[in-house]
């Protein structure tokens, strides 16, 4: 059979009204009062079939995924689910023997997403929060019934509680019957006499709620944490969505992150750095106590075993890891210039001498920091 745009001879994105002036033309052109005769008629015919399939959107969609077959010979089934769709497409469900279930008033509801801020300190071993979430609640005057309280919904008039109702469609084949959803109760098969005042007859109200959450240990900026059954609820009392947490971690004054490593810097005096020392820093989660070998050069680190963050979805912690910066006093006293003249002659330290060039300590750091892990 000729394809339907070739025989209105319009274009395939034709609009609407496009088809319809179209169709107007041509059935003036071939009417039989106006032309008679058997070919004039056969066009007349086909020109009539192609306009019912593509004045309706929902036939013109399906012929377009069908392509030439969908509504003529040969029932390849293509942009179909099989015979048995093609079938009802021509005589509707109840001539197939399959009848539409009415639509659910009870859906699922939208996922949410919160964001979330943590302290650096907060994912060493996770963090409790307690959110205040905006979403949708079941409505606690119907409990999701979208009525009045002893009120219930009640069978449409319109389809007789099916949710659909036929269209009858000329055609070549004669009248075709489909079913649509019916537009009295959208579907449903039923309606509300007397919707809920509280939800307007949604089942359903917005409302604050707190949520708390358990965030592990381990978390990154960006990660998103899934709290399943935690999200909306649906229409009419339906099951709930998922929250989504977005985490952001602040950064912070002293302590950087490399993974599951804790970073940071020592600034140390030049007479600590060739003595040696002893000090007490205060870490995350409590004081640590450093050892400083005599003799301990700028960009050195000392790691300290299983004091930075605990893996995520795991029980190991990583380290953290010091780097040292000597401090050079900058101003000296007449004396403090004379012992330091007198050091070096005794030291006979050798001339300056060229090396690797660092960007700075930071990047001097970086690569022991790089080197110790």
Avoid: W
Wanted: aromatic share 6%; net charge negative; charged share 25%.
């Amino acid at each position: 059979m000729a394809d339907h745009y070739e025989v209105l001879g319009v274009a395939r994105d034709a609009s609407p009204d496009e088809i319809k002036k179209a169709y107007r033309r041509l059935a003036r052109e071939l009417h039989p009062d106006v032309n008679p005769g058997e070919e004039a008629s056969e066009r007349f015919k086909l020109v009539t079939h192609a306009y019912d399939v593509l004045s309706d959107p929902e036939q013109r969609r399906r012929y377009d995924l069908g392509g030439d077959s969908a509504f003529g010979g040969g029932f390849s089934g293509e942009g179909f689910g099989g015979f048995g769709d093609i079938f009802e497409t021509f005589f509707g469900a109840a001539a197939g023997g399959r009848q539409g279930r009415p639509r659910s008033r009870r859906e699922r509801g939208h996922d949410a997403l919160v964001r979330v801020t943590l302290q650096l300190g907060d994912v060493v071993f996770g963090a409790h929060r307690d959110i205040e979430v905006d979403t949708a609640v079941l409505c606690e005057t119907c409990q999701g019934s979208c009525c009045q309280p002893g009120m219930q919904p009640v069978p449409c008039d319109i389809c007789g509680g099916a949710g659909q109702v036929q269209r009858t469609v000329r055609s070549l084949l004669g009248n075709v019957v489909t079913n649509q959803p019916c537009g009295s109760c959208q579907g449903y098969g039923t309606v509300i006499p007397h919707p809920c005042a509280t939800c307007q007859g949604q089942g359903r109200v917005r409302s604050r709620r707190t949520v708390s959450i358990d965030i592990p240990a381990g978390v990154e900026t960006g990660m998103r944490l899934q709290l399943p059954g935690s999200g909306e609820v649906g229409p009419a009392g339906g099951p709930n969505g998922d929250l989504y947490l977005e985490v952001t971690v602040q950064g912070h004054d002293v302590f950087s992150r490399d993974g599951d490593d804790l970073l940071a810097t020592l600034e140390l005096s030049m007479a600590d750095a060739i003595l040696g020392a002893s000090t007490t820093i205060e870490a995350l989660d409590g004081p640590v106590e450093l050892e400083l070998r005599p003799g301990t050069q700028g960009g050195d680190v000392l790691t300290v075993k299983g004091r930075g963050i605990t893996a995520l979805r795991g029980t190991e912690r990583g380290d953290l890891r010091v780097g040292v910066h000597v401090v050079t006093p900058t101003r000296l006293d007449a004396k403090e210039r004379a012992l330091i003249e007198e050091f070096a002659k005794r030291t006979k330290a050798p001339p300056p001498k060229l090396a690797e060039f660092h960007q700075g300590l930071f990047a001097k750091l970086r690569d022991r920091f790089r080197q110790s892990a």
